[in-house]
């Protein structure tokens, strides 16, 4: 039999848990961006799934800086950082409408709502088309990823932008047929002619190739059971002698270094998964917001950059370079992906409770999850 003391402990304590359980809450929280939902009420927890931008859900409670919510299924906790209470639609009605646009900024934020308050879900780069579904002030609705995002309408145009000379160059055949030798170490060959186009591999210094169709800029040669696509100007009729110098790589961004300066302009921003800038991203997010910037597409996911980059030692790295790693030290796929800073380090969005932050390269943890490094 329960002693009234203790009965009456019980219930003070069962009545102050209540006050910390409920109590005056707003009727939905929308995320502001793809967040990750976890089992507790801090970074320690387990990710249980993942709250898409824009999705909204009903505040089941908080704790601390954690609102509790269920989503797809999982009731768990989200920071709140990344949450607005209500709906997040724009406060400008959108008009519903239906054309194709092009960017003509750099790098062109997706939001998601229309204006610049309202949290970066993504970006777009140069010449990449958009599928415009309703206007909102100076705002483009438009198909993003398996949802909807907003661009602002002044860095678009309806007219699709010419091919670039340095990119896709029209070809002719004054050089067809013709050996030719690259004068450089491990230039890329590529899968069409523009930087743009995925590295089929490399050409040593001195190596011969048949050229079979060219432009001023690019040339089409024979490579290995196909054909890819080289700077011209790296080709020469004459074969090199063995005593030239041999400059760097070409056909990479003009300097590498520019690349971790613009990477280091990141540090401290957070880690959120599905992210891709530029005030949060993802491993991969992260390379491919930095690469864009200076005018390369690489694929969304650490494994597909892996796939499609063109291979190197580790005693071949230089800055710039990305570099992969399992989750996990016995081996396995690619799971993560960073940029390689020179003299061992590596800058890259590490986790949730980290961000953007360097390590060493030769750090026990990341010697035993290494699994190779790339260039593009």
């Given amino acids: ?113 229309a204006g610049t308050s309202y949290s970066v879900i993504g970006s777009l780069s140069k010449g990449k088309a958009a599928s415009v579904v309703g206007t909102s002030g100076n705002w483009y609705k438009i198909k993003y990823g398996s949802g909807y995002g907003y661009i602002s309408a002044s860095y678009t145009s309806a007219k699709a932008p010419s091919s670039s000379t340095s990119n896709t160059p029209p070809t002719t055949s004054t050089s067809s047929g013709k050996t030719y030798y690259s004068t450089t170490a491990g230039l890329n060959v590529r899968s069409g002619p523009g930087t743009s186009y995925a590295s089929k591999g490399t050409l040593s210094y001195g190596q011969a190739v048949s050229v079979v169709d060219s432009s001023s800029y690019w040339y089409k040669i024979k490579f290995g059971s196909g054909y890819g696509y080289v700077g011209s100007k790296y080709l020469s009729t004459s074969k090199p002698s063995s005593t030239t110098s041999t400059p760097s790589t070409p056909d990479t961004p003009s300097s590498n270094s520019s690349i971790v300066s613009y990477a280091k302009s990141f540090l401290g921003c957070s880690y959120v998964y599905g992210a891709a800038g530029p005030n949060s991203f993802d491993c991969s997010g992260f390379t491919k917001y930095v690469y864009a910037h200076f005018g390369k597409s690489i694929p969304r996911s650490s494994a597909s950059q892996y796939a499609s980059c063109t291979k190197i030692s580790k005693s071949s790295l230089r800055a710039g370079d990305l570099v992969f790693f399992s989750n996990s030290s016995s081996g396995g796929s690619v799971g993560h992906v960073a940029i390689y800073m020179g003299n061992g380090q590596i800058i890259h969005a590490a986790n949730s409770s980290r961000g953007v932050c360097t390590d060493s390269l030769n750090s026990s943890y990341y010697t035993s999850h290494y699994i190779g490094a790339g260039r593009y």
Wanted: charged share 10%.
């Fill in 1 to 113: 039999m329960i002693s009234s003391k203790k009965m009456r402990f019980a219930v003070t304590t069962a009545a102050a848990t209540a006050v910390v359980c409920t109590g005056a809450l707003a009727a939905n929280v929308t995320s502001t961006t793809n967040v990750n939902v976890r089992s507790g009420p801090g970074n320690s927890y387990s990710v249980l799934t993942v709250m898409k931008s824009g999705t909204t859900t009903s505040n089941l409670g908080t704790s601390g800086n954690w609102t509790k919510v269920t989503v797809n299924g999982k009731t768990g906790y989200v920071y709140n950082k990344y949450l607005t209470s209500g709906s997040n639609a724009p406060s400008t009605p959108t008009t519903s409408t239906s054309k194709t646009v092009y960017v003509t900024a750099s790098a062109l934020n997706v939001r998601s709502g």
